[in-house]
Each structure stands twice: as structure tokens, then as C-alpha cells.
């Protein structure tokens, strides 16, 4: 519903902009650039939740077995982004110790190397 309503409003804003020469769009006149230019995602307030805890297990839940990503995970909770989170996890984590998860830390850049070992050690 928000997409039906929001997109004709926003399409329109852009237009009359970019012919007042307020913002710049390269291509603009290209169907495909410019829908290039449209392209977005609504988000509107996360639905609440009674029990949090069994809406993360359900979470976990569908993030393992591939119905949503972990980035829709952080945009259905709190409108966030789950790259942004992730990057930011790993750089604080690094001033706390390792947290008792039964998963491990995400970090911004893991060495293919390390991976290809743990992997190699697994099937031993």
C-alpha cells in the first residue's frame, strides 16, 4: 500500500526538482536510469512484539533455514540496516571479550585462509 501511494508522490517531488534544477539526476531522461533513480524501499514502523524472545528464536529461524537475510531481520526490528549493524558489532566487539553466544562474532573482513583451516580441521 505505502509503494501505490508513495511512489506517484515521489516520482512527482523528483521531477519537479530535478526541472528546477535543485538536484541532479545524470540519465534522467533514459527509462531505465530513471528507474534507476526511482528505485527504493518503504519501511514503515516495525510490527511489535509481545515476546521478544520467541520472535528472535523465529527470526533465527527463518535467517537459517533462508527465508530472510539477516539485514531484513534488522529492518523488521527496528528499522535498521544489518550491514551498518554488522560492521559496527564487529568494531565494538573488539574492545569487549567474545560474548557467550553459541555463534561466533561476525568481523568486517575474515581471512579465506582461516576459513579454508577450520574447514580443512571439521572433516577430520
Known sequence: MAADFLDPLYEMWLSEEIALGRVKCPGWQNPIIKEAWLSKDWSGAPMPNIDPLKTMAADRGYVEMGA??????????NGSSGKANRIKNARQF???PQPPWPWPVVTEKEDSKDKEDKEDKGDE
Not at 68 to 77: F, H, I, S, T
Open 94 to 96: 573488539k574492545e569487549v
Open 68 to 77: 530472510q537475510d539477516l539485514d531484513d531481520v534488522a529492518l523488521n526490528y
